[in-house]
């Protein structure tokens, strides 16, 4: 069950004046879904970062519920300013032809919409191009996977099917198959915030003094403890011009538009 428990944002609410006092910071929490795996993410966790990175960037067409992803293009762009990129863009970006190319990434970035399935207890899922499902089972089927990372940007990407064998889950089907981390979601992200904490995660990760799990943890914390001023500052103005930036582009100079956990907590990394 603590596989769907933000226990990284763990935090208390004081009074006078009104604050979160958090219990650790969430750069020492990870998460693993057996000991097998656990193990040999850590025998490999002084990997450093490397190319090639596999891009899958909105996936189209949609099923008419979802709606269009206004910065996948700008998040395609922070994953290529750290690495040579393979881009399956829009229709291109099939199940099949994603698990052809999976093999060889030592990054993989889903930029994409997620969702549960009920018919396996309501784990994660990934939609891909015509609405195709990117499910677990897909991935028991690579025939070799070795990725340092696989980033899944997309709502609900790490929710956890549970039964009494096993979690059943994106994050966890990566690890088994081959990868040494993941960073998924446990519930909606919001366009912005997560394009802000990627650009952020990226940054710290591939400055060479940053693992995976501390990048990802202090790219939270400065997201959370950022002004509007700092965060506006830290993209392109073409970005701001996106509706999705409105919240942040509106919000006063001062104010930490992203401090609410649910902005970033969603986002948890498994392995190591």
């Not at 990870?30 to 795996?37: F, K």
Request: glycine share 6%; net charge negative.
């Amino acid at each position: 069950c603590c596989s769907i428990m933000p226990l990284h944002a763990a935090c208390l609410q004081l009074e006078n004046p009104t604050r979160l006092w958090f219990l650790f910071h969430p750069r020492n929490v990870t998460y693993a879904y057996s000991a097998r795996n656990l193990v040999e993410s850590q025998r490999r966790s002084n990997e450093p970062p490397a190319s090639p990175a596999l891009v899958i960037n909105n996936p189209k067409p949609l099923p008419p519920e979802f709606d269009s992803l206004l910065l996948s293009d700008a998040e395609a762009v922070v994953v290529a300013n750290h690495f040579s990129t393979k881009v399956l863009l829009g229709f291109q970006a099939t199940p099949s032809a994603v698990c052809e190319a999976l093999p060889d990434a030592k990054v993989a970035h889903f930029i994409c919409h997620g969702e549960v399935e009920p018919r396996i207890g309501y784990s994660g899922m990934l939609i891909m191009a015509n609405g195709v499902e990117l499910t677990y089972k897909d991935l028991q089927q690579l025939p070799r996977f070795s990725a340092r990372l696989v980033v899944l940007s997309a709502c609900r990407s790490g929710a956890s099917g549970i039964n009494v064998e096993q979690v059943i889950n994106l994050p966890g089907a990566f690890l088994a198959a081959g990868a040494a981390a993941v960073v998924g979601t446990l519930w909606h992200s919001e366009e912005m915030s997560s394009l802000l904490l990627v650009q952020r995660f990226y940054e710290l990760w591939t400055d060479g003094a940053h693992s995976p799990v501390q990048a990802l943890g202090d790219a939270q914390a400065w997201l959370m403890s950022s002004t509007a001023d700092t965060l506006r500052a830290s993209v392109k103005p073409e970005v701001l011009q996106s509706p999705a930036a409105k919240k942040l582009l509106d919000a006063p100079g001062e104010e930490r538009v992203f401090i609410h956990p649910w902005y970033w907590s969603g986002f948890f990394l498994a392995g190591a």
